[in-house]
Structure formats: structure tokens, C-alpha cells
């Protein structure tokens, strides 16, 4: 549920990032059968990618591990957070244990901003990244 | 400001029809907000 709800209310401002002359990208670590599934789901536009090797995220020191996951006190609070906003667990697919983030990254390579879950359901403010965009 | 370590830059993602391509394709031309998925769920 947490992957639906970051996926989708980062989605919501794809008009923006766009206006602000920046591009959106969405990574998986499950197969591209179960990608091209959400991105129906949920009606992405945005890219979809998949990275069933986990290369990009070990490279980019994005968490993993039980305790990171479910296994914490804040993914409890979290889950409380987006079942009332009304999301719900899909069947599981892909990595179960790894956690993800969001990464801004200018043409130049430079990290504009990153957030790394520290539990499930830790999400990035959106108007945090928008705010990167605004120093592109 | 912190540059994309060379090993997360290169490294090989897949599109949707299967094709791989290096990570760093993706803000070749402009920046971009990557989200990275817990999984697909």
C-alpha cells in the first residue's frame, strides 16, 4: 500500500515537475509484467522501469531488511496513515524486504535532493522535491 | 552538492518492452525525480 500511495501522490504532481522543465521516472524491483500491471492500475504515465537485480538501489544505499520494513514502530504508524487515506496492500511483488526513496538528479550528475526510507511507508514531502526543482 | 556514485549511474535498468539501459539515460537531457519503489504492490 505504501508503494501505491507514494507512487500515486508523487504522480499528482507530474504537471509540475514538468513546468519546472524536469522529468519523472518511476523504478520497480519486481518484473515488468507486474510493472506494466501497476502503471494500468493506477493510470502512470510516467516511465516505468524495473531493476530485478536491486544495481541501482544497492548503489544508491537504499535500505533493506525486516526491521527497516514492517518490522518498526514508525511502519506501524504509517500503515494507520495510508489505510485511512484510503490505500490498501496489493499482492506483493517484487522485493518484499527492500525499501526505496526518491533521488533528483540534474544533468550534470549532482544529487538535487534524496530521501532513503528508514521504514515502510517513510515517504519523501512532495514539497520537498518540488522544491529541489525550483534550484535546477 | 553530492554527484550519482558512478556504480548507481551505470547501472542497468529494463523498460517495460525488456530493453536495458544505463541508469543515468534517464537525466541525460533534464533533471529528473526518481522514485524508487519499494515494489509493485
Known amino acids: 500500500m505504501f508503494c501505491r500511495e507514494e507512487a500515486v501522490q508523487v504522480h499528482r504532481e507530474l504537471t509540475t515537475i514538468q513546468e519546472r522543465g524536469a522529468g519523472l521516472a518511476f523504478i520497480g524491483n519486481g518484473n515488468r509484467h507486474h510493472a506494466r500491471a501497476f502503471a494500468d492500475g493506477f493510470e502512470i504515465e510516467a516511465p516505468l522501469y524495473v531493476d530485478t537485480e536491486r544495481a541501482s538501489y544497492r548503489a544508491l544505499e537504499m535500505r533493506r531488511g525486516f526491521r527497516a520494513t514492517l518490522g518498526s514502530r514508525a511502519s506501524l504508524s504509517n500503515m494507520r496513515r495510508a489505510l485511512k487515506a484510503g490505500f490498501r496492500q496489493g499482492l506483493t511483488r517484487g522485493d518484499a524486504w527492500q525499501l526505496g526513496g526518491v533521488v533528483v538528479v540534474a544533468p550534470s550528475g549532482a544529487v538535487l535532493y534524496s530521501h532513503r526510507s528508514e521504514a515502510a511507508g517513510d515517504k519523501a514531502p512532495v514539497a520537498a522535491i518540488l522544491a529541489s526543482l525550483e534550484r535546477a | ?41
Open chain 2, 1 to 41: 552538492m553530492s554527484q550519482v556514485p558512478e556504480a548507481a549511474a551505470r547501472a542497468v535498468i529494463r523498460d517495460l518492452e525488456g530493453r536495458g539501459l544505463e541508469l543515468r539515460s534517464l537525466w541525460r537531457e533534464r533533471t529528473v525525480v526518481l522514485v524508487f519503489l519499494r515494489h509493485f504492490g
